[in-house]
């Protein structure tokens, strides 16, 4: 009867202790480890637009959702990157026949470390000598649009690069940028800056001069 008593009167104080323990997370706001413990969910894709670009980011997807709105924010897993595609559009009134995009990943704030970014190639890059070996079959015309996919070889890669730098496990947030362009005349686009090819060195890609912007009509709508 005794050890009955005191196992009743064990029971009782955890049932009080647990009791209090609710009641001081209700007063101080506080939430309940698991949801406590538990990673945030919403994630952003954004664009860094330049003055005038020749190719636009229209959109975005992944494995599991078929259309991600750019800028606005959404509800998705940590491995959200998996299968990420981007979905361009030929804003210039010439044949796109390489390009890449840039998905730049910055830090929390408070933290002062550089962000990191990572290439999304469409085709090799203009400015390179392998430039010379794209497929001429894969390009964007005028006015049409494309799908830029990270390979899942290239997500793997891109999940260990950014734990080598010490970033997060759940990412919330990628930039897309248009890093460069390359077009069937030889001419390309860098970072907000036109290139033609230099005469005196017609077939080398990498030997390109700087020139001032085209017009804004030479883009489908004009200025964006």
């Given at each position: 009867?005794?050890?009955k008593?005191?196992?009743?009167?064990?029971?009782?104080?955890?049932?009080y202790?647990?009791?209090?323990?609710?009641?001081?997370?209700?007063?101080?706001?506080a939430?309940?480890?698991?949801?406590?413990d538990?990673?945030?969910?919403?994630?952003?894709?954004?664009?860094?637009?330049?003055?005038?670009?020749?190719?636009?980011?229209?959109?975005?997807k992944?494995k599991?959702?078929?259309k991600?709105?750019?800028?606005?924010?959404?509800?998705?897993?940590?491995?959200?990157?998996?299968?990420?595609?981007?979905?361009?559009?030929n804003?210039h009134?010439?044949?796109?026949?390489?390009?890449s995009?840039?998905?730049?990943?910055?830090?929390?704030?408070?933290?002062s470390?550089?962000?990191?970014?990572?290439?999304l190639?469409?085709g090799?890059?203009?400015?390179?000598?392998?430039?010379?070996?794209?497929?001429?079959n894969?390009v964007?015309?005028?006015?049409?649009s494309?799908?830029?996919?990270?390979?899942?070889?290239n997500?793997?890669?891109?999940t260990?690069f950014?734990?080598?730098?010490?970033?997060p496990?759940?990412?919330?947030?990628?930039?897309?940028?248009?890093?460069?362009?390359?077009?069937?005349?030889g001419?390309?686009?860098?970072?907000?800056?036109f290139?033609v090819?230099?005469?005196?060195?017609?077939n080398?890609?990498?030997?390109?001069?700087?020139?001032?912007?085209?017009?804004?009509?030479n883009y489908?709508?004009?200025?964006r």
């Amino acid at each position: 009867m005794k050890t009955k008593s005191s196992l009743v009167r064990i029971l009782w104080s955890l049932a009080y202790i647990s009791v209090a323990a609710a009641g001081l997370r209700v007063a101080t706001g506080a939430p309940p480890p698991a949801l406590r413990d538990s990673p945030q969910r919403d994630r952003t894709v954004v664009r860094k637009p330049w003055s005038l670009e020749p190719v636009r980011v229209v959109g975005a997807k992944n494995k599991k959702k078929g259309k991600i709105e750019i800028g606005k924010s959404f509800d998705d897993d940590v491995d959200w990157l998996d299968g990420f595609t981007v979905t361009v559009v030929n804003n210039h009134n010439k044949t796109i026949t390489a390009m890449s995009i840039d998905m730049v990943f910055r830090r929390d704030p408070g933290d002062s470390r550089r962000s990191a970014s990572w290439t999304l190639p469409f085709g090799p890059d203009p400015f390179s000598p392998e430039y010379h070996q794209r497929d001429p079959n894969r390009v964007i015309k005028a006015g049409e649009s494309a799908d830029i996919q990270i390979s899942p070889e290239n997500y793997k890669l891109l999940t260990g690069f950014l734990k080598q730098l010490e970033f997060p496990l759940n990412i919330r947030q990628v930039e897309l940028v248009i890093a460069a362009v390359g077009f069937e005349d030889g001419t390309a686009f860098y970072r907000g800056a036109f290139y033609v090819q230099d005469p005196n060195n017609p077939n080398d890609p990498t030997k390109k001069i700087p020139v001032s912007q085209p017009a804004a009509a030479n883009y489908q709508g004009g200025q964006r």
